[in-house]
């Protein structure tokens, strides 16, 4: 057998979760800021995803996380976007600007530069919203370059969505 790499990992996540969501009829959006896309690229590597996939929002300035998923920008200021609140409310405004079922959100620090000791590079806020329900949010701390903490970050979205009780 030949060891999966990284990469086809999480395109083998990105199916499970497919098969997942098409046999219950239901549909997934992203919202995706350190990521940039990342989680909306590997789902749509699998042939037919547009069957479980209805879009997804990179928001990577605050102002688009404004303009674009509702993140009020009090929730900013007082918790900054890379917080448990801002995730949320990522999720949420996912979900209200589309036609999924569910939405997964990720924002994080993937550096190199601008951790604090508050918030160190590698901190992530990953949260998973169903419709009409609370977002859960799990937050991470990813060591690694740039690269790992965004394929880490990825990795791990796709594969506790696969935990979450439904």
């Given at each position: 057998?030949?060891?999966?790499?990284?990469?086809?990992?999480?395109?083998?996540?990105?199916?499970?979760?497919?098969?997942?969501?098409?046999?219950?009829?239901?549909l997934l959006t992203t919202a995706e800021s350190c990521t940039g896309g990342g989680?909306?690229?590997?789902?749509?590597?699998?042939?037919?995803?547009?069957?479980?996939f209805d879009r997804g929002f990179v928001t990577y300035s605050n102002a688009a996380k404004i303009q674009m998923?509702?993140?009020?920008?009090?929730?900013?200021?007082?918790?900054?976007?890379?917080?448990?609140?801002?995730a949320s409310e990522m999720t949420g405004g996912a979900l209200k600007h589309s036609q999924a079922d569910w939405a997964i959100a990720v924002t994080g620090i993937a550096g190199?530069?601008?951790?604090t000791s508050v918030k160190?590079?590698?901190t992530v806020y990953i949260a998973w919203q169903r419709r009409g329900a609370?977002?859960?949010i799990a937050e991470k701390h990813f060591d690694g370059d740039r690269h790992q903490?965004?394929?880490?970050?990825i990795k791990t979205a796709l594969a506790e969505w696969l935990n979450i009780d439904k």
């Open positions: 057998m030949v060891p999966l790499n990284t990469e086809n990992e999480i395109i083998e996540l990105a199916r499970v979760v497919g098969l997942s969501l098409k046999e219950r009829g239901w989680i909306a690229q590997a789902i749509t590597e699998i042939p037919g995803s547009s069957a479980w998923l509702g993140v009020r920008a009090e929730t900013i200021e007082n918790y900054g976007a890379v917080s448990a609140e801002t190199p530069g601008g951790g160190p590079v590698g609370i977002a859960e903490i965004r394929t880490k970050t």
